[in-house]
């Protein structure tokens, strides 16, 4: 078992940032990839980011390419989100997660058995 705790959240003015924080306990962190989901209100989850284990490979929504940063610290067993340049569409509850996607695969959220609760993110216009 994996357990994550997101926090980080918060309200932010449109053109600001926010860095989120995944805290990962329980099983070796450093062995799983990590991803950054969210998921706004009336919508579908959908995937952000997400870092191999190595911290070598990572991949982005188009989205947010250019304004997000996906990074990890295996030795303080956490991974973090910087967002910059938030925009109004960017408002959602932010969820990381923890798995093994197979290659190419790491966008689905299937792929994560391990999810933390969440962290809400909300950008005034």
């Known amino acids: 078992q994996v357990q994550l705790v997101e926090s980080g959240g918060g309200l932010v003015q449109a053109g600001g940032s926010l860095r989120l924080s995944c805290a990962a306990s329980g099983r070796t962190f450093s062995n799983y990839a990590m991803g950054w989901f969210r998921q706004a209100p009336g919508k579908e989850r959908e995937f952000v980011t997400f870092?191999?284990?190595?911290?070598?490979?990572?991949n982005y929504a188009d989205s947010v390419k250019g304004r997000f940063t996906i990074s990890r610290d295996n030795a303080k067993n956490t991974v973090y989100l910087q967002m910059n340049s938030l925009k109004p569409e960017d408002t959602a509850v932010y969820y990381c997660a923890a798995g093994h996607p197979d290659y190419g695969l790491g966008y689905k959220g299937s792929a994560y058995p391990y999810w933390g609760k969440g962290t809400s993110v909300t950008v005034s216009s």
């Open positions: 870092i191999r284990w190595s911290g070598g490979s990572t």
